[in-house]
């Protein structure tokens, strides 16, 4: 028999790296009005994050009511299992028909939204990370973070130009997407879009009256004609797949510059199409086909933005912007199609708006930054605080089309703060002989690399954020380091040193804590690792090229930062000192309470109080009952 309570609906809508200070900044100046709505009639506190302190980490201990040891996302990156080869965190990867990949999660607890469905309610969950591939649920899932293009990345982009000098790499060696236009005879120009695997289709370019047009494979006409900072919107191409026929990706095009000597031209990453995606992006199936016929198509990676184009120097930060709100606007819509249209119980909604802009804006508005020039200020300074009054209007719409019987939860799932300097950590490790490079060291004057290790001479190596995996004899493919007393012996030296680090243009400790694998894996670090977690200080973040295994050469060990990411979360920091946020209100939720020691593994357990569901015993997190308006 169904009670008040378990009639009630929730809503969360998960604002990624929204930062409580900032928050409650934007609050008491007023400019935030939906979320002070929200926060006058209900409870806003900090929320304990993970460790490390990740989207995926994290949304999985939101999404399950456990902590990374038990779920089993640990990171982004994540050194393999018995081998020396760094893997993707969020799931693993087989070879499957027509040697296409094919995705298993790594996620070993059951969601909250299967929680439900086991008790017959109903939830939705749309572009939460950590849900692809997405998991069959009563109602559906849109895949979230992980959701690869149409090539199986998490989106590559491309900038295609008629200056053959244009630099292809990165001052850190990284690889650019950039493709040279070949004439083919006054005002025109060929190249390819990449599909899957080595499929390809010819692009055909041609200028005519001040505007481009594209022509894409063997089409007799043009599929778009673009002037000077104009984007196309969403075109199908086509890609031959074994077994399955046509399959069509989804980009866009903007026209960078355009005149009789230059032409450039950006086109985002290649999706999958929601009608006919090439890998899993909904379940049921059919549910990003309803929401295309529906919407019309829409973005379906799962990192919409396209964060690497603006931090590679492939996209001015006005393209970025542009093409980031694009996608939040399609999804927003998506949302507010599910809220209005569909039955549910339970409907969460990610952005990662707060978190992308945090990232790659911070120094805009931070004087005390490497990156902060006053040019820059004027231009963007106030992007940080558009994306948190973007996020508030998305929250005074969709409050807009619930009831009062309904909860909502506005919730991240870590904070943001600068990052001031950049550290390398396995440079440090080589320096104080713990690691080998394979490879000469990069120049001082030339591009920097990751250089390949010598493991049969290496004791110790990070992988991901931060993680540093000892070479274990017996563990490891040509483990040197003997088991037991040697082990601990090592680890004890390795953080003892770690701690003492000083940050040679400042003085200051560069590390606040280091923490052993098992206090934050359990038992199962000493078989997989990692074996040391340092945790660095405020202000200190990894600096690029070593999250792969690999030793960057040609820089300080300790330097200032003065590259696009800008801002940061993942550090690695303490979960304390990068806190997310839970704002709650609507029936059943208590007014103006400040809840104490608050985490982001107690907020499934509380929905589960919150719609008359108990809370199954695989849940670590607790119900938070200071929350709540008194025994229903």
């Known amino acids: ?46 929320l304990e994050t993970t460790f490390p302190p990740v989207s995926p980490v994290a949304w999985g201990s939101f999404l399950t009511g456990v902590s990374p040891a038990r779920h089993g996302i640990r990171d982004f990156v994540t050194k393999a299992a018995q081998t020396y080869r760094p893997t ?15 995705y298993t999660s790594r996620r070993r607890a059951p969601t909250l939204a299967q929680v439900l469905g086991d008790n017959g309610r109903v939830s939705f969950l749309l572009r939460v990370p950590g849900t692809f591939p997405p998991d069959p649920v009563p109602g559906g899932t849109l895949a979230g973070l992980g959701m690869p293009d149409l090539r199986g990345s998490f989106g590559t982009a491309a ?31 060929h190249s390819i879009v990449e599909g899957p695997g080595q499929e390809m289709v010819t692009m055909r370019c041609r200028v005519t009256d001040g505007r481009l047009s594209i022509t894409l494979g063997e089409a007799p006409r043009p599929a778009v004609v673009l002037r000077p900072g104009e984007w196309s919107g969403w075109l199908r191409v086509p890609f031959p797949v074994a077994g399955r026929g046509d399959v069509p990706g989804l980009c866009r095009f903007r026209v960078i510059a355009l005149n009789a000597n230059r032409v450039e031209l950006y086109r985002t990453p290649v999706q999958c199409a929601p009608e006919a995606p090439l890998f899993p992006l909904s379940e049921p199936a059919a549910f990003a086909a ?126 943001g703060t600068p990052i001031y300097r950049h550290v390398y950590l396995n440079a440090w490790l080589q320096s104080q002989g713990y690691l080998q490079a394979a490879d000469p060291p990069s120049p001082p004057t030339g591009p920097r690399k990751g250089s390949r290790v010598a493991w049969e001479r290496t004791r110790a190596c990070m992988f991901g954020t931060g993680g540093i995996w000892l070479n274990v004899r017996g563990r490891e493919p040509r483990g040197i380091v003997t088991p037991g007393p040697e082990y601990e012996a090592l680890r004890q030296r390795i953080s003892d040193e770690l701690l003492a680090w000083r940050d040679p243009e400042t003085g200051q400790p560069v590390v606040k804590a280091v923490v052993r694998g098992e206090e934050v894996y359990g038992e199962s670090a000493r078989v997989e ?39 940061g979360h993942e550090g690695p920091y303490l979960p304390g000192d990068v806190p997310g946020v839970l704002l709650a209100a609507g029936q059943g939720i208590a007014q103006g309470v400040e809840v104490e020691g608050a985490r982001i593994i107690d907020v499934a357990p509380t929905i589960l109080h919150l719609l008359g569901e108990s809370v199954p015993p695989i849940m670590e997190g607790r119900v938070l009952t200071r929350l709540l308006a008194g025994d229903e």
């Open 159 to 189: 900038l295609y130009t008629t200056n053959s000098d244009r630099e292809r790499a990165t001052p850190s060696g990284e690889e650019l997407p950039i493709h040279i236009l070949k004439p083919d005879g006054v005002g025109t120009w």
């Open 1 to 46: 028999m169904h009670t008040k309570a378990n009639r009630r609906k929730t809503l969360v809508i998960g604002a990624d790296g929204a930062d409580p200070i900032i928050l409650r900044r934007l609050l008491e100046a007023g400019k935030l009005p939906h979320l002070a709505r929200l926060a006058s009639m209900g409870s806003f506190c900090s």
């Open 290 to 415: 309803e929401l295309a016929a529906r919407l019309g198509p829409f973005t379906t990676l799962g990192l919409p933005a396209d964060e690497a184009g603006l931090r590679q120097g492939l996209i001015e930060p006005e393209v970025f912007l542009e093409d980031a709100y694009h996608g939040w606007e399609e999804q927003a819509a998506i949302v507010e199609t599910v809220v209005k249209e569909r039955d549910w119980d339970l409907c969460v909604a990610h952005f990662f708006t707060v978190d992308n802009i945090q990232h790659l804006f911070w120094h805009y508005q931070d004087e005390q930054h490497p990156a902060f020039t006053w040019e820059g200020a004027q231009r963007f300074g106030g992007e940080l605080e558009r994306a948190y009054r973007w996020i508030d209007a998305q929250v005074g719409r969709l409050l807009n089309l619930v009831d009062e019987d309904t909860v909502v939860i506005v919730l991240s799932d870590h904070g």
């Open 529 to 567: 690792g990692p074996d040391l977690i340092p945790a660095l200080h405020l202000g200190y973040g990894l600096g690029r090229g070593e999250s792969l295994g690999r030793v960057v050469s040609g820089a300080p060990l300790v330097e200032a930062n003065r590259s696009q990411w800008s801002g």
């Open 88 to 102: 993707i965190g969020l799931f693993d990867i087989s070879v499957g028909v027509a040697g296409l990949p094919v």
